[in-house]
């Protein structure tokens, strides 16, 4: 038998900090694992350890993580760095990888805090080296102080290409250009939800200020700018853009050896999908997410997911989430009752909803066109392990394997060693336009483990119990 | 349009028999409740074996193989065939003998495709093995192929000749009708004179709609395949007295099997990986291939499938319904048999005998007093 715990946090984010942290304070056992080294997250990532002067350069949003980080050092939750999970299933037996050997604990409540991943969008050279994903580079950047040597470009929709951008020009790179991809007429469709965008916070300050900064730093920022297309031989040496106005057919082209491209973040799905949860389309963020309640429960028992994890909501989104499922597990075995859940939980409830209401506002002014979403070009290759364009996946549908798990088994796309992660949205969006259907009516590929590779000697000295 | 015969299920035993009653003129609706593929038939290991197999179904097998080498001929694909052979090892002198006596029996019906290797020639072939192997039995000209295309080239071969698929309709019940049978789904009917049961993981189901119980039990073998790796392995590998099945495919990836079952669910017609049985099954490969240690596992995943008691399928015609056939129960290793299924059934419902001995796959063998 594995060893129990008592409460399983998958990640240590925003989200899975506060969750632990709330929940030790409650009374429970927590083990909070992570694969990274230190807690924090996608956006306070490696907080404990970013020497002042680079965190000053990333601006007070990053420097609010480290109080954080300090509260959860001090909660009594065990944390597991290092710690990879590659499996879930729907009894809360989790397969973990820490320091090279395999084992499965059993969780008799599971947290799955995983966060987002970067929106993977296919189009034209996007598989060449020196096109790489803004969030990766601002990782890079936050962790290690590495930037493009020689300049780069930033391209994308959504409030990360600026912010990147504003970091880099502070930390000295030449940005050669801002591509906004979102059309212009997502403002017409954004207005509406401005009043309520307005009482949450200072997102929309932060942008404006993003973006004067750098029209001062002397930054181009094009928008509305479209059929993006990264050229070059054996690795990038040009990208290519156009704007869609009508008859121009215009083109544009920047010398650079360096592209980052940022199209949103959409929620990791691969451990709720393995484990069971149920996932439906989500219209407004225009990705899949597991269907959860206000506690984060979804439908298979025992198991939450909370933060970006359950659909995209930010960073303090993602506290708030935590929190409400910590008071839910420790109400699941009345450590409090019912109604204390409910009086601890008005304040995060309160938060939600207004941190909230800025995501109509920016789900519509950085929608993504059809365009990323279902690759035009018949030549662009869609999945990259496999090397499957999207006009082969077009050519499947239409021999009548009509879903994307027969696409997959037909082609192989989505069998290579990223198991689909990278290929899996647009894979489903190729097969939904080509079947004339309503997205919402497909799933993306069906998850097994391990959902992160593990060799067969680790597997084969898998641990399943403690001695 | 008037039905000649409607084939509940659309895996390779539905579509193998479509295809061939189509080829003989009749016309032919299949009723599948997912989509053709999606269970047993697109996921199983692709393994085209007569070694080892039962003794009942050895001339099945090597009718089979025949039809595998020009399947070309039958379904316009390869298919992706590779014939390099499959071979058991025996990794002492009781695996040995064990396989000896396996190639006697097999021998004493008549057959000469099991051979006994020496160690020697079994390193040849199987260069990258552990070295403590002694022989094996080998088959030449066994082999593999990739399932879910070849039940494509089947689908597709069968719809080019006027068969019919209605995906995406569960049948829910049988009705007998005057000299037809209704076909009941929850949103159409389907009559045709003849109903063949091919329905896989679920034909018991189908067999409780006709009132004739089978004990017919589902099990969920489990699969994993390895990254790309450089060509290093031509036949399926094997063992005498260990689960496994081991075989590096056309791309370079390594599909490793032992008939190792997953938790399942039929209701849900889901899965579930059993880790600590991979485990067993990862501890199986380094035995034998301990160069396969640092080699990264990429996925795992399991296929809904019938098993009968006596692990051999049932072929044949009801016991108690006239015309209605069964082909079903293939308790793991049906892919091998599926082109010689379809042949047998048109067979059997056009000229109501076969060319090959069916009496040890009747249903009434489940049937006789007790
Ligand atoms: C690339 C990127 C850049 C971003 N940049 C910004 C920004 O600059 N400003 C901003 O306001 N917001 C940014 N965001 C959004 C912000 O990071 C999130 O809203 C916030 O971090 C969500 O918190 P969370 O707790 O839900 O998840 P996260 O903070 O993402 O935490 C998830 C944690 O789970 C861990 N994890 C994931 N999978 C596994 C696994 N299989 N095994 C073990 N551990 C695992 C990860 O290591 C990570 O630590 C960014 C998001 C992304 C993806
Ligand atoms: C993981 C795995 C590995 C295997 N490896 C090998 C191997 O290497 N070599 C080998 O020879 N064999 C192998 N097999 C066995 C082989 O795959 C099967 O024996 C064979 O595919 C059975 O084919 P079938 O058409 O009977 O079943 P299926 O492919 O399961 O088809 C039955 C179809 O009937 C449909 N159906 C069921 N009930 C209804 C209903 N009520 N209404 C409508 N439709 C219905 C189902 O949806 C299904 O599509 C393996 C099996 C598995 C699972």
Known sequence: MPKTYQLVVIGAGPGGLCAAITAASLGLDVVVLDEQPSPGGQIYRGISQTPDDRSALLGADYQRGADLVAAFKASGAQYWPQTTVWSLNSRREIGILRQGRASIIQAERVIVASGAMERPVPFLGWTLPGVMNAGAAQILLKTAGVVPAQGTVIAGTGPLPLLVAWQYLRAGVKVKAVLELSPGTNLWRAAPYLPGALVAGDYISRGLKYTLDLNKGGVPIYYGVSRLQARGNDRIEAVEYGWDILGSDRRETIITDSLLVHFGVIPRTNLTKAAGCQHIWDRGQQCWRPQVDRWGNTNVPGIAVIGDNAGIGGARSAEHSGRLAALEAARSWHLISTQQRDRQAHNDLKWLRKDLRVRPFLEALYRLPDSLLVPPDDEILVCRCEEISAGQIRQAVREEHGDPNQVKFYLRCGMGPCQGRQCAPAVAQIVAAENKRPVADYTTFRVRPPIRTLTIAQLANLESSES | ?370
């Open chain 2, 1 to 370: 349009m008037k039905v000649d015969v409607a084939i509940v299920g659309g895996g390779l035993m539905g579509s193998s028999t479509a295809l061939h009653l189509a080829r003989a003129g009749q016309k032919v609706i299949v009723v599948e409740k997912n989509s053709p593929g999606r269970h047993a038939s697109g996921v199983n290991a692709g393994g085209l074996r007569r070694l080892n197999r039962d003794p009942a179904e050895i001339p099945l097998a090597v009718v089979a193989a025949q039809m595998w080498r020009e399947i070309e001929s039958l379904v316009g694909s390869d298919c992706d065939v590779q014939l390099s052979g499959q071979v058991r090892v025996a990794e002492n002198a009781a695996d040995l003998q064990k396989l000896s006596e396996r190639a006697a029996l097999v021998r004493s019906l008549g057959f000469e495709h099991e051979q006994l290797i020496t160690r020697e020639r079994l390193y040849q072939l199987v260069p990258a093995l552990a070295p403590h192997c002694v022989g094996g039995l080998y088959t030449a000209g066994d082999g593999f192929a990739r399932p879910y295309h070849a039940l494509t080239a089947f689908r597709r071969q069968a719809q080019s000749l006027g068969v019919k698929y209605h995906t995406g309709f569960p049948v829910t019940g049988l009705e007998r009708l005057g000299s037809c049978w209704r076909v009941v789904t929850e949103s159409a009917k389907f009559e045709a004179p003849i109903l063949v049961n091919c329905a896989g993981a679920w034909a018991g189901q189908i067999c409780a709609y006709l009132d004739e119980p089978v004990p017919l039990k589902v099990g969920a073998p489990m699969m994993m395949v390895t990254e790309r790796l450089p060509h290093f392995l031509d036949p399926v590998v094997g063992a005498a007295s260990r689960k496994l099945s081991f075989k590096q495919m056309q791309n370079g990836t390594v599909l490793i099997g032992g008939a190792y079952l997953a938790e399942h669910d039929m209701v849900k017609e889901t899965t579930e990986i059993d880790l600590t049985k991979l485990s067993a099954s990862s501890q199986t490969v380094l035995a034998l291939f301990p160069r396969m240690a640092n080699v990264r596992i990429v996925r795992t995943w399991a296929g809904l499938e019938a098993f009968m008691p006596d692990r051999i399928p049932v072929i044949g015609s009801s016991a108690k319904h006239p015309s209605v056939y069964h082909a079903f129960g293939f308790s793991a290793h049906g892919f091998q048999l599926s082109p010689v299924v379809g042949r047998i059934m048109s067979e059997l419902i056009l000229n109501q005998k076969s060319s090959l001995a069916l009496e040890p796959f009747s249903i009434q063998r489940f049937q006789s007093s007790g």
